[in-house]
């Protein structure tokens, strides 16, 4: 599984999001199997084969595996968690992308407010959040 992780992380990382979408699938279903669900790693999986979906335009499978990622990271580590917050980040551009704007704003909105909150002052995640939100909103 760890091979096979490593492999689609260079694909990606190398341009190819249909190889590495390729490998995530088989990692994802061998975590699932294995590990189970709920897991943490198998959690990590989702969004990584969410993130290739996405690198490939395959934008419908991107947004319901980033979906998922993001309810399985609020189960297991709750809504303010960090990784929960950057995976709700990441759905939000999933969702601008496909012209969801409306969504877009409102998650990113939640997610800043909620890091704002949680995360110590000049955090990378919370100026990321803000500049992806004045951007779409434009202000």
Known sequence: MATRQHLGDASLAAGLP????????????????VL?????????????????????????A??????ETCAAYIRLFGPDHPDTLARR???????????WLSDAVTVLQETLARCERVLPSADPLTETVRESLTNITGG
């Open 62 to 67: 991107a947004v319901q595996l980033y979906e």
């Open 36 to 60: 189970g669900p709920d897991h943490p790693d198998t959690i990590a999986a989702r969004g990584n084969l969410a993130a290739a979906n996405y690198s490939a335009g395959r934008m419908a």
């Open 89 to 99: 980040a990441n759905l939000a551009n999933a969702y601008y992308r496909v012209g």
């Open 18 to 33: 249909k190889d590495a979408i390729s490998c995530y699938k088989r990692v994802l279903a061998d975590r699932e199997r």
